[in-house]
Structure formats: C-alpha cells, structure tokens
C-alpha cells in the first residue's frame, strides 16, 4: 500500500463515512467501516469524520472514539423522514454537500448498498460498490473489486475531480482497531437542513431481519457444513443442529452430489464463496476446492475423525472424533441450552 496524498482537482475536503447509528450498539459493519476509514484516511494523510443519524445511544457514540474519531456529525430529522430510504439518502447527500466532502464511504450491507445510488444520484457524483482493495498509484485512488462470483479482479481510479460514493464489501472489513489508535476526543455536532426536503416517496413498515435458514450463504453469519463424513442419519442431525442454532446450512461437492441440498448451499471453488462469522465444518476433509471458499471465514471449527485431515491444520480450532458419537451429544447439549423440545 503506497501512501501518499491524492492529486485532487477539486477541493478534496475530509472523508466522510456514513454509520448507521439505529441500534443501541455499533454493530459490525460500523466498526468495520470505521476501522477501513481510518485505514484510508492514514494511506491518503486525509482528515475524516463520521456521519449519522440522529438518535445514537451514548454508548454507541462513546465506541466510535476507540476508532480515532474525532467529530461526529448527527442529522436531525423526524421518524418519518428518516424512516424513508429516499429521504435519508437526500439528508446524507446534503450533509456531505455541506461539509464540502468528495469522498463518502459505506459499508455495502443491506442499507449501504441502497443508499449509494441515490447518494451518487444526488451528489452527482462516481459510484464505486463493493471494494475490495484501496490504495493510492500514481496520485490516484485506485479501487479494486470482483466480479464473474469473484473470478475476476477489476480495478478503477479515482482522481478526485468528482465527488465519489464508495461502498466497501462487507467480506474485507474487519473491526480490528489500527495499531497505535490514539482514542479521538469526540465532537458532536447537530446538523439540519436549512430548506425543506421533499416529501418521501417510500417509507420503511417493518424491518425483518435476514432467515439465516433462507439466506443466501454469501451472506450467512453463522454456517453449519455437512461433507461425506456425515451419513444420511448424519446429515439430518446436521439439519436438525442448524435450524436449532439458527445458522446456514452448507454442504461440500460430493454432499451435494449425493442430493443432500441444492447447488445454492455447495461451497467452495466452484461453489459459494462464504465469509461468515463462524463455520462449523463436519466430516469435511479440506480439500484445496474446499477451502478455497471457506478461507475469509472469521473462525473455523472442525470436527473430523482423521487428525490428518487437512481441515484440522486449516481450522482455529479442531476437534479428532466420531461424528456419530459427537451429533446427538451436540444436539442434547444444544437442546438443553435453548430449551427447544423438538
Ligand atoms: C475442479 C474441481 C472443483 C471442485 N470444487 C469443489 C467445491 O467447490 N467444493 C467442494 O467441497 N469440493 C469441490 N471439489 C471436490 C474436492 O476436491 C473434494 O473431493 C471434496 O471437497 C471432498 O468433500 P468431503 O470433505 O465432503 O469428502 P471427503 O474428502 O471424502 O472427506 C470426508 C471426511 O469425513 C471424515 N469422516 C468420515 N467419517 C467420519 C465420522 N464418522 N466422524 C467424523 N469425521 C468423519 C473423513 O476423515 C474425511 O476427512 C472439486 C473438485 C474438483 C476436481
């Protein structure tokens, strides 16, 4: 990563980063996308400073400091307004527009993902989603994402001339707080519109979270996979063990050669590529094709008869025993802490 500032034709002013502050805690995809800002910020020798809803508990606030944060601004706005995707996206636009910022970043979660649009439809400004990779060559900003089910890197430059949404891919943000993170003395300030923002055209009703059982596995938080070590009987209790603990079901090529699920829940080089928080790995061997899409998993957890099964060097913690013996224990254990009687 070279680091350096960038040649801005126009006048570069701080980075900004939306978080969504709608929770009580700051969640993953803030922290992460606060860790990546202060990253960037550090590579471009650039201020930055964070933006977001009014309505942030203080213990939410409080965590952003950790991060280097040094100014927070919160924008006022009704229930109403901010329940509006369209409406919100008009606010950040405005905000941004009035902090005299060219670059504003997002994590690509649910909401990110659907408020850069409109930001860049507003702010008139280039669009980049899902970024992989941020550094700076030649004066420019150069972005990296993939494409073709992340078969093929494409890069982009950036030179500051107009402003620019980024999104940044949810897979690479890690909420680890840089080395040497001096805690920011954090400012809090109000902003609002001054003129009247436009009616909302759609109105957020409910918010339904993700059904880990139906969500696509590139997606998945928690995932529970099933390989050839599981026997019929085997891949039942799996089933039964991932509706219990609410997570993702997946399976190697040859479970799913045998039928055990559709093509959607195979995982690997020529299936899904999965970054949950956790894998659960069952009777997987650990093949190269295996691995190769499991290996941005945050913490991987085996349990393989063979102790030289390649999975055992490849997981964070590995457990040498019978599956046979071990499912129903799990499941019992399981059971006995969530109370479920099925
Ligand atoms: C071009 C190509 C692409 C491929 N793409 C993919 C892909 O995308 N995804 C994928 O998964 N594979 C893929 N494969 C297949 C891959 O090479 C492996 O064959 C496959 O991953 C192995 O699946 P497995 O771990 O379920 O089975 P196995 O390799 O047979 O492993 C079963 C494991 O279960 C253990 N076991 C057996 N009984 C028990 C028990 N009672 N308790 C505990 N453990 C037990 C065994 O020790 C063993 O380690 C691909 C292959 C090729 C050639």
New binding site residues.
């Given amino acids: 990563m070279t680091t350096g500032k960038l040649q801005h034709a126009g006048k570069p002013g701080e980075i900004l980063v939306f978080v969504d502050l709608s929770e009580d805690e700051l969640d993953d995809y803030s922290k992460g996308i606060l860790s990546e800002t202060s990253r960037l910020a550090k590579t471009l020798s650039a201020n930055w400073s964070v933006i977001g809803f009014a309505g942030a508990t203080d213990h939410a606030i409080a965590a952003m400091a950790a991060y280097g944060v040094e100014k927070l601004t919160l924008i006022e706005g009704s229930a109403e307004q901010t329940d509006s995707l369209d409406v919100r996206g008009k606010l950040i636009a405005l905000a941004t527009r009035a902090q005299g910022s060219a670059l504003l970043l997002l994590p690509h979660n649910d909401l990110g993902g659907a408020l850069a649009p409109l930001l860049a439809a507003q702010l008139d400004a280039a669009l980049f989603v899902e970024a992989i990779a941020c550094s700076v060559a030649e004066g420019r900003l150069k972005l990296t994402r993939q494409v073709l089910g992340a078969q093929v890197a494409q890069a982009k430059t950036w030179d500051g001339s107009v402003p620019l949404v980024l999104t940044i891919n949810p897979k690479v943000l890690s909420s680890v707080v840089l080395p040497n993170m001096q805690p920011g003395k954090l400012q809090v300030e109000r902003w609002q519109p001054t003129g009247a923002v436009s009616a909302a055209t759609t109105r957020i009703i409910e918010r339904i979270p993700a059904d880990p059982q139906t969500v696509d596995v590139t997606e998945a938080e928690v995932m529970v996979s099933a390989?050839?070590?599981c026997s019929e009987q085997g891949f039942s209790q799996v089933q039964e063990l991932t509706r219990l603990i609410n997570a993702s079901l997946g399976v190697?090529?040859?479970?799913y050669d045998l039928g055990y699920t559709g093509f959607e829940r195979?995982?690997?080089?020529?299936?899904k590529t999965v970054a949950p928080r956790f894998y659960l790995a069952l009777?997987?061997?650990g093949?190269m094709?295996?691995i190769g899409?499991i290996k941005d998993s945050k913490r991987i957890v085996s349990?393989?008869?063979?102790p030289k099964?390649p999975i055992v060097a490849n997981s964070d913690e590995a457990f040498v025993a019978?599956?046979?013996e071990v499912m129903p224990l799990l499941i019992e254990r399981v059971k006995s802490v969530t109370g479920d009687a099925a």
Avoid: E, Y
């Fill in positions: 390989g050839l070590g190697t090529r040859p479970a195979m995982v690997g080089q020529t299936g009777g997987i061997s093949s094709h295996h899409g349990v393989n008869i063979d099964a019978d599956l046979r």
